[in-house]
């Protein structure tokens, strides 16, 4: 994004409202969080951030993935605009990539028309309209659609669009069945005595529950993140040892796999710069699939005891 010209202040999921409000800067044009944080499974509170974005004159902007429009709607809360990665849980199984933005259209965009001239000056590539005049609560969906999607080129083929619709038909019931796979399973690893930390917001002792019961009651999604005693090296033996996991920068999905940043995306920064960016070293991120949970904790536990 930097070179695209884009800065980005980074600030704390439990920063107070004072603190957030000296994050703002006289260039900021929005607050963008994660409902669901990956791959620390933090829950974001929306209420808070919303607050704080609007108090400053700029929309809350949340990549609403991992919970889904099934486990949270975002704009009950004051968020204005949704992003998902639809590769992920929406799609569910891998078929294709694609992404979404979804407008609540409440967001005023006249009131701090100075903060934004690409929505409130004239757009001289359609004949100088201005899109909240012409278009009002709907101006940023209707430049997102027809002017950066043209500029860009981020369109989905009709065959992918084709496979979410399919795959949107069954979210719900694959949303309730990862959820409680997740969280039966999250419970059995934090009686495991290898195990070093469970962060799992639908379980009562999660630093994150009150946050979770809050926005995502029904549940969070099929991903858990915890750490086994021992480090690096142990870690990535313990995944080595899993036979009903596949090790994938991929996550969200009808089958269950599984990430060590650390060894993996992240490889390239020591321990003091992931702690800084919010991923202990030590984390491993488990996305729950459809399989029976009772299969994949008999996998864990295996692979627990080579370690
Ligand atoms: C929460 C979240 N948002 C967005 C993305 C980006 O997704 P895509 O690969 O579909 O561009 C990812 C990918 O891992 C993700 O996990």
């Known amino acids: 994004m930097k070179k695209m010209g884009i800065e980005v202040t980074f600030v704390d999921n439990d920063i107070t409202p004072e603190e957030l409000d000296k994050a703002f800067r006289p260039n900021t044009k929005c607050v963008f969080g994660e409902t669901i944080t990956n791959p620390t499974v933090s829950i974001f509170d929306i209420e808070k951030f919303a607050a704080a974005a609007h108090r400053h004159g700029v929309p ?47 967001f005023d965009w006249s009131a701090n028309a100075e903060k934004f001239p690409g929505l409130t000056t004239p757009d001289e590539s359609y004949h100088g309209l201005i899109y909240t005049e012409k278009f009002g609560k709907a101006a940023y969906i209707t430049k997102a659609t027809s002017q950066l999607m043209r500029d860009f080129g981020s369109i989905q083929s009709p065959q992918n669009a084709f ?20 969280k039966k399973i999250a419970a059995w690893l934090k009686t495991q005595e290898k195990v070093a930390w469970v962060n799992y917001a639908d379980l009562e002792d999660d630093p994150h529950h009150a946050l979770q019961q809050k926005y995502c ?47 993996h995306t992240h490889r390239q920064m020591t321990d003091e710069q992931l702690l800084e960016a919010g991923v202990a070293p030590d984390l ?24």
Do not use: W
């Open 60 to 106: 809350l902007i949340m990549d609403n993935t991992f919970a889904t429009p099934i486990n949270c709607n975002p704009f009950k809360f004051g968020c204005d605009i949704v992003t998902h990665s639809t590769t992920k849980y929406i799609d569910g199984h891998s078929v294709g990539v694609g992404g979404c933005i979804v407008d609540s259209g409440n």
């Open 163 to 182: 496979y979410l619709n399919v795959s949107l038909e069954s979210l719900a019931v694959r949303m309730a069945r990862h959820c409680s796979s997740a």
């Open 217 to 263: 009651p029904k549940g969070t999604c099929g991903v858990i993140a915890f750490a086994v005693k021992g480090g690096r090296q142990t870690a990535i033996r313990f995944m080595d040892s899993l036979k009903l996991a596949f090790i994938d920068t991929h996550v969200a999905d009808a089958k269950t796999g599984l990430l060590h940043p650390a060894s």
């Open 284 to 307: 491993i991120r488990y996305s729950v699939g459809l399989e029976d949970p009772d299969d994949l904790i008999a996998d864990l536990a295996q692979a627990l005891e080579q370690i």
